[in-house]
């Protein structure tokens, strides 16, 4: 599955977010302290697969 665009709005840090054209690989860095908004993206990320699952995307 390739994934084209997300937008995360209101999810720990993160108060509104959009990701669009992403390409076949994308590597994100930032800071490594706890709740920043790298992590949260990465949660965010990892969520992708279980809410398709269950029909929220």
């Known amino acids: 599955m390739k994934i084209e665009?997300?937008?995360i709005k209101n999810?720990?840090?993160l108060q509104d977010?959009?990701?669009?054209?992403?390409?076949?690989?994308a590597v994100f860095?930032?800071?490594?302290?706890?709740?920043n908004p790298l992590s949260s993206?990465?949660?965010a990320f990892c969520m992708i697969?279980?809410?398709t699952m269950f029909g929220q995307l």
């Open 5 to 7: 665009g997300l937008r």
């Open 11 to 13: 999810f720990k840090i």
């Open 17 to 25: 977010i959009t990701l669009r054209n992403l390409p076949n690989m």
């Open 29 to 35: 860095l930032g800071p490594t302290v706890q709740e």
């Open 41 to 43: 993206m990465f949660l």
């Open 49 to 51: 697969p279980s809410l």
